[in-house]
């Protein structure tokens, strides 16, 4: 009986051990952009047209989240992603259930600093070893991707705590999951600098967010190729 569970045990600790490594690895980037596409361009769509329960909308980012866990081989960090990722999770829960109290705006802070995190993760993950590759490349592009989601939070919380953000559009926002798809476009015409105008900021933190990230959108590809090129070289 003790040999047959450990016979079992094995492949399971083998195929566990064989996820937990695929996120340190080069080849984690293409997966990841996959999410952060759908998270950012067809999530937006899905939630305008009801077409998806705000339930699995929670569930992308939580992946995402759970993602940066496996990120890093540093015992800091793993007990750092580990608890955000856990207290994210038990937040949400709350939140699903029957319980009478919501803690949505603590959930969004928690979120911000996954996010956060995350990022930086990533950024560590694209400059190791000093190699260039195809999926180095696939890495810059998704921590652009994540500066938007983390601007599209960072709207959401001003939102939380003054009653305003931005403003445009033909609908009032409520500060919820529900306006993800008015945070994210904005974030991004912002980090792009493209400035549509239908949208704006309407007060000084989201005047500053809004600058803060274009600002990021001008500086970040021209320091992130100026330093793949440099690293190419060597």
């Known amino acids: 009986m003790t040999d047959h569970i450990q016979s079992t045990r094995r492949p399971i600790k083998r195929y566990f051990r064989h996820f937990t490594d695929y996120w340190l690895t080069d080849a984690s980037f293409s997966i990841l952009l996959l999410v952060l596409l759908f998270t950012v361009f067809v999530l937006p769509i899905l939630i305008e047209y009801g077409h998806i329960d705000m339930l699995y909308v929670n569930l992308v980012f939580l992946f995402l989240f759970f993602t940066g866990i496996w990120s890093s081989k540093r015992k800091v960090?793993?007990?750092l992603t580990t608890g955000l990722f856990f207290t994210q999770l038990g937040l949400r829960l709350l939140r699903f259930s029957d319980f009478p109290v919501e803690f949505y705006l603590l959930e969004r802070i928690v979120g911000i600093l996954n996010m956060i995190i995350f990022i930086l993760l990533n950024i560590?993950?694209?400059?190791?070893d000093r190699e260039v590759n195809l999926y180095r490349v696939i890495g810059a592009i998704n921590v652009y991707l994540s500066v938007a989601i983390l601007g599209a939070f960072?709207?959401?919380?001003?939102?939380l705590t003054t009653g305003s953000s931005i403003a445009g559009g033909d609908?009032?926002?409520?500060?919820?999951?529900?306006?993800?798809?008015?945070?994210?476009?904005?974030?991004?015409v912002s980090l792009t600098t493209v400035g549509f105008g239908d949208l704006y900021p309407i007060n000084v933190m989201s005047k500053m967010l809004s600058v803060f990230l274009s600002t990021v959108g001008i500086l970040y590809p021209a320091v992130v190729i100026a330093?793949?090129?440099?690293?190419?070289?060597r």
């Open 227 to 233: 330093k793949l090129v440099g690293e190419s070289r």
């Open 77 to 79: 960090f793993i007990f």
């Open 154 to 159: 960072v709207f959401e919380i001003i939102h």
């Open 171 to 188: 609908r009032a926002l409520l500060g919820l999951d529900d306006d993800f798809a008015e945070y994210i476009y904005f974030s991004m």
């Open 124 to 128: 560590s993950l694209l400059f190791r």
